[in-house]
């Protein structure tokens, strides 16, 4: 089958397409499934000992110790309940350094010795699993002939039954470590940083006059967006089934230039799959709120409640996941990519986070007056000297090859890491730098001027999109992460510099109360001192203005505009010694994410240039050729009959293919580079090298994509993919 025509069997494939007529059965109240395949705490209640469920919840719910004594118990009570909702495989899951989910199952069933099969699950296999170490990303920490790796059971997040049409698995998340006791995964590093941060917000707390204050614990919200396509264009598209993105396109005639795609009327293909993967997320227990339109045509977002922020990581890998089943069942492909299409919006996931206990509620909530809230002055002052101190190391925590695409433009947070306060704890913190804070902006009211609208209540200070890291309400969003990556890296950032901040503060109240300083007056000295220190990165402005460029190299803000710039953050020694002193990396562990995240960024880019390479010589060129010829013998068959035949549209694609040609030998002369002296020396030939190549392969594509006849160009186009669903 030709390029061509078998795009056009796509276009017909998705004109065709007939959507599933119902989502949820007739007699289900969508309330009702809520966390019904999750070992939940009333499942645990009703199947635990009391005293087995105490020592659980103490666990789970105040960050004690767990007791090793509890595991067969629960064990026990997970696999019975398990095999009544069908499960025949238990799984240990992980999450290793690749920002994918990793499983290995093996059956509750073992032979007995009559010949039957017996069922069974013993808690040292709930504690402990032994993947092989050797074959994720390690970045040296484990050699091929080092192989042994092993999960351990994490309590605080629940087990859940994964649903198949062929048989149900029961999973227990997990930490994923090698033999020498180092992170190989996402979660462990992430448990270690609450936990460092814990401490040291109960150090503060009890300064506060807090006795016995409940553990701290992070929490996290991550607003999911992504983009939809047919599978039919997903399957004729070999780059986006390679990739994740188009590395060939011609912009569309429109596209979001009407802004008529935000907020407007969902689809109603794409509204049945919504419903459908919320019932899925329902009765995993992930409390999936917002549902919306994004600004691209094909893009949408979906936003889950917070969580406490290991859960809310590990329920972001299974949203993404139950996202792309669900569309593969609609017939349709979900894509991550921070920017599967160029020229239009890319994707992120912004992170909202907040801290809080049982006994004192969010900390960071401001009250009415937050100008006499002390307590939520210290939590959020922490939060500006940490972004200001390691603002380098929160832009290492997003970065990536394909992230690189989308930050920086005018879309997303650009690469220079500021605060965004808003008007009134701006002005605040205003006063306090001053000697002490006395007022606080009130909340207004909004008249609209129609009689029968309700009068509108209006916030002190107003949102700031352009902002990476940004105050809204209670929580800070750091909108910096890319739509493909694991939330726990940036949370594990977040909790660990916050650790360092609240270290810092409990330390110089301490010091300044023993010297005999009043309480309140202590505050005001380290809050004064942080925000004379710390201030500069707090920006209310225009973050896509070119003056701020200006202005945070004036303020001594870095700018991390690429991966490459940002990745030797993780490496400094003050990098390496903050990790290293609140137990979250050692050194080892440091120097193994620099070479993961080096080698991601080497490999994502040489399949890009491999897959530009190969579409450009057997699909792109072809039909190119095919044209010219066609307009060539059309030419010549005119100038026979002695007709003055018009050669402009041939000369325009002869001279378009010439420039192809020459991108492709450029590209291929790229790619056969291999005097590379070291990891660094490759990435900085992939980002130099490569990237400029691929891109020049790619303009010469797209401006043939405007000028080949339709019915010859053989890939799906952008208004195609984006518009026809």
């Given at each position: ?28 109240a ?45 064990a ?6 398990a095999m009544?909702?069908?499960?025949t ?38 504690t402990q ?28 997040s629940?087990?859940y ?36 941060m ?11 006059g ?9 929490f ?5 967006e ?13 780059d ?19 802004d ?8 109603d ?48 890998q ?25 020229g ?25 007056t ?20 390691y ?36 002005d ?47 929580r ?44 309140n ?37 870095p700018?991390?505009r ?28 440091m ?17 890009e240039?491999?897959l ?82 691929m ?12 000028l ?6 053989p ?11």
């Amino acid at each position: 089958m030709s390029g061509s025509k078998a795009r056009l069997d796509a276009i017909d494939a998705v004109k065709n397409y007939e959507a599933p007529t119902s989502i949820f059965p007739p007699a289900e109240a969508p309330g009702e499934i809520f966390g019904e395949n999750v070992f939940t705490k009333a499942v645990m209640q009703k199947r635990l000992p009391k005293p087995v469920f105490k020592s659980l919840m103490a666990t789970i719910e105040h960050s004690k110790p767990l007791d090793p004594s509890v595991a067969d118990v629960v064990a026990s009570a997970m696999k019975d309940w398990a095999m009544e909702k069908g499960a025949t495989h238990y799984a240990h899951v992980f999450y290793p350094l690749t920002h994918l989910t990793a499983e290995k199952h093996d059956s509750f069933f073992e032979p007995g010795s009559d010949g039957s099969a017996i069922a069974e699950f013993q808690g040292k296999t709930l504690t402990q699993g032994e993947p092989d170490a050797s074959s994720f990303p390690n970045g040296g920490l484990r050699a091929t002939f080092e192989a042994r790796g092993y999960t351990g059971w994490d309590a605080t997040s629940p087990a859940y039954i994964l649903e198949n049409p062929n048989g149900n698995t029961l999973c227990i998340p997990t930490v994923f470590i090698s033999m020498t006791g180092e992170a190989l995964d996402n979660k462990t590093p992430l448990l270690r940083s609450q936990q460092a941060m814990a401490k040291q917000a109960e150090r503060v707390l009890k300064l506060f006059g807090h006795e016995n204050p409940d553990a701290v614990v992070s929490f996290a919200g991550a607003e999911q967006e992504y983009f939809l396509i047919d599978r039919s264009f997903f399957f004729s598209r070999p780059d986006l089934l390679n990739s994740g993105r188009t590395l060939f396109g011609a912009k569309p005639p429109k596209g979001q230039e009407f802004d008529d795609h935000y907020f407007g009327a969902i689809p109603d293909r794409v509204l049945g799959y919504m419903m459908d993967t919320e019932r899925e997320l329902f009765k995993l227990g992930i409390p999936a709120k917002t549902r919306h339109n994004e600004v691209a045509p094909g893009q949408f977002e979906l936003a889950p409640m917070f969580e406490r922020s290991n859960v809310a990581a590990d329920h972001q890998q299974l949203l993404m996941t139950t996202l792309k089943k669900v569309a593969q069942k609609h017939g349709m492909e979900c894509l991550f990519h921070e920017k599967p299409f160029a020229g239009i919006n890319g994707s992120g996931k912004h992170v909202n986070f907040s801290l809080g206990n049982s006994t004192e509620g969010n900390l960071l909530l401001p009250g009415d007056t937050p100008h006499d809230n002390a307590q939520f002055l210290v939590f959020c002052a922490a939060v500006i000297r940490s972004v200001h101190k390691y603002g380098g190391l929160l832009r290492a925590s997003v970065a990536s090859a394909t992230n690189d695409h989308r930050l920086g433009a005018n879309e997303a947070p650009p690469a220079i890491i500021s605060i965004f306060l808003g008007d009134q704890l701006a002005d605040v913190f205003a006063q306090i730098a001053e000697g002490g804070a006395t007022t606080s902006k009130e909340k207004g009211h909004l008249e609209i001027g129609v009689d029968t609208l309700p009068v509108l209540p209006t916030d002190p200070g107003d949102r700031n999109r352009t902002s990476p890291f940004a105050f809204t309400g209670n929580r800070f969003e750091f909108r910096a992460p890319g739509s493909l990556q694991s939330i726990a890296g940036p949370m594990v950032t977040i909790n660990t510099i916050l650790a360092e901040a609240l270290d810092h503060i409990a330390t110089e109240l301490d010091a300044l109360i023993s010297g005999g300083a009043e309480f309140n007056g202590a505050v005001q000295t380290v809050l004064q001192d942080i925000i004379t220190t710390h201030g500069k990165v707090v920006f209310n402005d225009d973050g896509y203005a070119d003056e701020w460029q200006v202005e945070a190299a004036e303020r001594g803000l870095p700018n991390l505009r690429t991966t490459l710039d940002a990745l030797p953050e993780l490496i400094t020694e003050e990098s390496m010694a903050l990790f290293s002193r609140y137990g979250v990396f050692n050194h080892r562990e440091m120097h193994s994410r620099y070479e993961i995240a080096l080698e991601q960024y080497i490999l994502a880019i040489d399949v890009e240039a491999a897959l530009t390479l190969e579409m450009a010589n057997t699909i792109i060129l072809p039909a190119a050729v095919r044209y010219q010829t066609e307009l060539a013998t059309n030419v010549s068959s005119l100038k026979a009959v002695g007709v003055d035949a018009d050669t402009t549209t041939l000369d325009e694609v002869s001279g378009t293919i010439a420039e192809l040609r020459a991108g492709i030998a450029t590209l291929r002369s790229e790619i056969d580079h291999d005097d590379v002296e070291s990891a660094e020396k490759h990435a900085e030939h992939a980002q130099e090298g490569l990237l400029p190549a691929m891109d020049a392969v790619r303009s010469a594509s797209d401006t043939l994509e405007t000028l080949v006849a339709d019915d010859l160009w053989p890939l799906p186009t952008y208004q195609e993919m984006l518009f026809i669903l």
